[in-house]
């Protein structure tokens, strides 16, 4: 009898198991808050313990100047972390932003992310300036100025010299940009400093800038540098692409699909989401990125699903990148 009570009992937690997979929701959170943390550490360590208990996967970055992170899981799971979160005096007002996760696995883990990653940096964003950032209670001090996604229409409808300014790498604004932006050249957030440094963009100075990224967090410390050197007319679009997104889909001034650093490869607005992105090898309109298949070459790729297969010692295209 007992041996048959723990059949029962066993066959009874896999029904409970599938059920709470087939019910559950896959989502993905985006969120940053930058305030003065005097023991990064100890945040390190209650994330991470947080992030273990409630079975969710994504990268945490810490610093003494606030957190940067992406989580995924089950909406359950996240909705708990959320309370916790925000429970922290300093995070109590952070802006979370939400996004369907592919799906979870048998465990009920997110398949967009291979495990959790919490970890204390000099930067929570890698612009290799960490001595020009300050931030207090309220976040970066002498950064752009906010706008919402209808502030900045409202800007773009009044004033015929907006300049969009892309903060993130080139890769990622191959496959999606606001319409007419200035893409620098870059592959890292790090080369940044160099090109403004230059003065490159000294010719912007004049003129209304409008820092974006995905969701917002590079543009904060973005626009600090750009304000910090003369850049007289500086904004940033709060709440990223993302938000913007939300509000406005694919009908306002955003064109193409949102490269997201997770297994999704890129995110799209709406069912009508222009496809910009052009293939490396063949030319070929698509919005799909991926590494390069030689080994000796880590470079990341705009290339179709024909081409992704070719290596870059023997592809002209790819190998002249």
Request: net charge negative; proline share 3%.
């Amino acid at each position: 009898m007992r041996d048959r009570s723990r059949v029962l009992s066993s066959k009874q937690a896999v029904s409970r198991a599938a059920y709470n997979l087939q019910v559950s929701t896959p989502k993905i959170v985006l969120f940053y808050v930058f305030a003065p943390l005097a023991d990064p550490d100890a945040i390190r360590v209650w994330q991470r313990d947080l992030g273990e208990g409630l079975g969710l996967r994504g990268r945490v970055l810490i610093s003494q100047h606030g957190i940067n992170g992406t989580l995924g899981g089950d909406l359950r799971a996240l909705k708990k972390w959320a309370r916790s979160f925000r429970s922290y005096d300093p995070f109590k007002t952070v802006d979370l932003k939400w996004s369907e996760g592919t799906g979870l696995d048998a465990d009920g883990l997110s398949v967009d992310f291979p495990k959790l990653s919490v970890k204390v940096r000099d930067e929570i964003v890698s612009f290799g300036a960490p001595d020009e950032l300050r931030v207090d209670e309220n976040g970066v001090v002498g950064g752009g100025i906010h706008l919402s996604p209808e502030r900045l229409h409202d800007l773009v409808e009044s004033r015929d010299d907006v300049v969009f300014f892309d903060g993130r790498n080139a890769l990622e604004a191959e496959i999606g940009r606001f319409r007419g932006a200035v893409v620098p050249d870059v592959e890292t957030t790090r080369d940044f400093v160099r090109l403004l440094d230059s003065g490159a963009y000294d010719d912007l100075k004049g003129k209304p800038v409008v820092t974006y990224c995905t969701g917002g967090i590079r543009c904060e410390v973005l626009s600090s540098l750009m304000v910090s050197r003369g850049f007289g007319e500086v904004y940033q679009l709060d709440g990223g692409i993302v938000r913007y997104g939300e509000e406005y889909g694919d009908d306002g001034l955003w064109e193409g699909s949102l490269y997201v650093f997770d297994k999704r490869g890129s995110v799209d607005f709406s069912d009508h989401a222009a496809v910009v992105g052009v293939c490396a090898g063949c030319g070929a309109a698509t919005k799909r990125t991926a590494n390069c298949p030689d080994a000796s070459c880590r470079r990341q790729f705009v290339v179709c699903e024909q081409c992704d297969a070719v290596p870059c010692a023997e592809h002209g295209a790819l190998s002249a990148r």
